[in-house]
């Protein structure tokens, strides 16, 4: 009986575990992870996962993995990948060998040059743990410095000002949220932020990061200095590559896997966060996506394919962030665009729509409180897919519905 096996207990992996079975699989399944609880969702650690409980918001629960026949090996990330033997040996020492793998590994926080960071003061955000280190410090009165202005560093920092504490958010690059989201939306999010009382220093340099038992000094390279009970690093991701690296996989921003998410290496594949794949929708420009639904939909096209069924990446790009009671989405990437136009869908809440210069569609961004974008962000997405040239002026008009132009 044929045994695949999935290293990486995160959202991809776990996705792709179920729908193997979900396709017909019916051989043996091993998830390897090396944390020592069960699949989770990432996303809420930036937000309700700071709150104090012992328990994330599982993917499924445990009894679902049982049921499915799907074997998980916790505590344990794998140390060695054979790939001509087709085997893989566990950090406990255990050695399993395998007809197809999924390389889920996902990514790591990239750490602040010359800090190691971990359990002490100044720290980083991607698990379960530290999330439940940060929410011991995020109380009234202490005082946060979150370092870097990008999607986690300012829900950290809405999450920090909610339950009372003081927060610096100190950014190099001229203003928050410079990597993909157009300045306008930025604009608002810093605004907003200014309005809570977080305390926002854009195109500010570092010198050092330092910490004693009772607090944590930013060293500004201006000669300044910025206290607090904490300091996050919350400067970007890198991929996990070190496993494929040893193993000889060919590595380019990532894990590199063509349209199929197949490695360069028969029988492996790899999927979500570690890998960079090409985008027929761009051109077949080679990326990386680090975010929840990728992740989603990758471990399930990943789960096809190890199945035989060859379906190429076809999922337009998107991401989301909640801060305060405002929620930002875009869908698809602006690289590209020529023209930018606005669109009100009440109060509060706009869309940009990014063409390039013959008209197509390649990118929507929207804000606004609650759900207020959710819906024209999911038609400008299927837009997106069409490779649509919508009207520019229906684009602008708020009386005109989305779902038509979808319809033209």
């Not at 400067?235 to 063509?258: C, K, Q, S, Y």
């Not at 989603?296 to 991401?319: D, K, R, T, Y």
């Amino acid at each position: 009986m044929s045994h695949f096996m999935i290293i990486g207990a995160g959202e991809c992996g776990a996705r792709a575990a179920f729908a193997l079975r979900e396709n017909g699989f019916e051989g043996d399944i091993t998830l390897v992870g090396d944390e020592p609880i069960t699949p989770y969702e990432r996303p809420p650690l930036s937000k309700a996962g700071l709150k104090g409980s012992d328990q994330p918001k599982f993917i499924v629960e445990r009894e679902r993995y049982d049921e499915e026949g799907i074997r998980l090996i916790l505590g344990a990330g794998a140390r060695d990948l054979d790939t001509r033997g087709n085997r893989v040996t566990l950090t406990d020492g255990r050695s399993l060998s395998y007809d197809k793998l999924l390389l889920a590994t996902g990514a790591i926080a990239r750490p602040f040059p010359g800090v190691a960071g971990g359990a002490g003061r100044i720290r980083s955000l991607r698990n379960h743990a530290d999330a439940l280190a940060f929410g011991e410090l995020l109380r009234e009165g202490s005082h946060i410095a979150i370092v870097g202005g990008g999607f986690i560093g300012l829900e950290l920092a809405a999450t920090a000002r909610k339950a009372g504490a003081d927060v610096t958010v100190i950014e190099g690059l001229p203003r928050v949220l410079k990597r993909g989201v157009p300045e306008e939306i930025a604009e608002v999010i810093t605004e907003r932020h200014r309005a809570e009382g977080v305390d926002i220093r854009c195109e500010v340099s570092i010198s050092s990061l330092e910490e004693t038992a009772e607090k944590a000094t930013v060293r500004l390279a201006s000669g300044g200095t910025v206290e607090a009970d904490l300091v996050i690093v919350g400067i970007g991701a890198l991929p996990n590559t070190d496993l494929a690296e040893r193993a000889g996989l060919v590595i380019e921003n990532g894990i590199a896997v063509d349209e199929y998410l197949r490695t360069s290496v028969p029988d492996v594949f790899a999927a979500g966060d570690c890998c960079s794949f090409p985008m027929p929708l761009y051109g077949g420009r080679r990326m990386r996506l680090e975010s929840w639904r990728n992740a989603q939909v990758q471990g399930v096209l990943a789960a096809a394919n190890m199945l035989g069924e060859h379906e190429p990446v076809s999922a337009v790009p998107w991401f989301w962030s909640d801060q305060y009671d405002m929620t930002l989405q875009i869908a698809g990437l602006a690289d590209g665009a020529t023209t930018t136009l606005r669109r009100d869908v009440g109060e509060g809440a706009f869309l940009l729509f990014h063409l390039d210069e013959a008209g197509r569609l390649l990118a929507a961004s929207g804000i606004g409180p609650g759900n207020a974008v959710a819906r024209d962000i999911r038609l400008s997405e299927m837009l997106i897919a069409a490779r649509a040239r919508p009207d520019p002026q229906a684009l602008v008009a708020s009386d005109v519905k989305l779902k038509s132009l979808l319809a033209a």
